[in-house]
């Protein structure tokens, strides 16, 4: 074999190895950024999740409240609230694709339309008659209390518990790989 064909053979090497050491600095990079963004993502989800659960507990607590006081302003916070909870709910379904994840949170948002559709409104209807002079505000609170806020409360706690534990679980998939 001539020198001009070694030569050429030994570039030819040199360049098909770079061009692996190319593609394999190209994957690793694919799948790091990959990685980054699940775990940004996971890391969203957890706050918003705490965001949810914080929320629960103010819209409990202004309905007490309007219960209590009526005044307009906590009845304002309590559908704003609500809404606030319909928005992070919303923004945390577009951070994951995972079906469990996903499920959880469309339980969350079950639970709290109907504690908002059910319980919330009732009491809104039932506190008209508090000021019509037909009732009191604290015998309307009493039967708010009978209802078992904080049963209701638990058990959606429960099922943010679940979602973050999923959560965790994808983070800690995804840092072991």
């Known amino acids: 074999m001539k020198i001009r064909n070694k030569?050429?053979?030994?570039?030819?090497?040199?360049?098909?190895?770079?061009?692996?050491?190319?593609?394999?600095?190209?994957?690793?990079?694919?799948?790091?950024?990959e990685a980054k963004a699940t775990l940004s993502n996971a890391y969203e989800l957890t706050l918003k999740t705490e965001g949810v659960r914080h929320q629960m507990v103010e819209n409990h607590l202004a309905l007490s409240n309007f219960l209590i006081t009526g005044t307009p302003a906590e009845l304002?916070?309590?559908?704003?609230?609500?809404?606030?909870?319909?928005?992070?709910?919303?923004?945390?379904?577009?951070?994951t694709t995972d079906p469990n994840l996903r499920a959880g949170l469309n339980r969350i948002e079950a639970m709290e339309r109907d504690w908002y559709s059910t319980v919330a409104d009732h009491f809104i209807q039932e506190?008209?008659?508090?000021?019509?002079?037909?009732?009191?505000?604290?015998?309307?609170?009493?039967?708010?209390?009978?209802?078992?806020?904080?049963d209701q409360l638990r058990r959606?706690?429960?099922?943010?518990?679940?979602?973050?534990?999923?959560?965790?679980a994808l983070i800690q998939k995804t840092r072991d790989d």
């Not at 030569?7 to 950024?33: K, P």
């Open 127 to 150: 506190h008209r008659e508090v000021e019509n002079g037909k009732a009191k505000a604290m015998d309307v609170l009493d039967q708010y209390t009978e209802t078992g806020p904080s």
């Open 156 to 168: 959606s706690d429960e099922v943010i518990n679940e979602v973050q534990s999923e959560d965790q």
């Open 7 to 33: 030569l050429l053979l030994n570039f030819a090497l040199l360049l098909f190895l770079m061009l692996l050491g190319f593609l394999f600095s190209i994957g690793a990079t694919y799948h790091e950024h």
């Open 76 to 95: 304002d916070s309590l559908r704003e609230g609500n809404n606030r909870i319909s928005d992070l709910l919303r923004e945390s379904q577009a951070k």
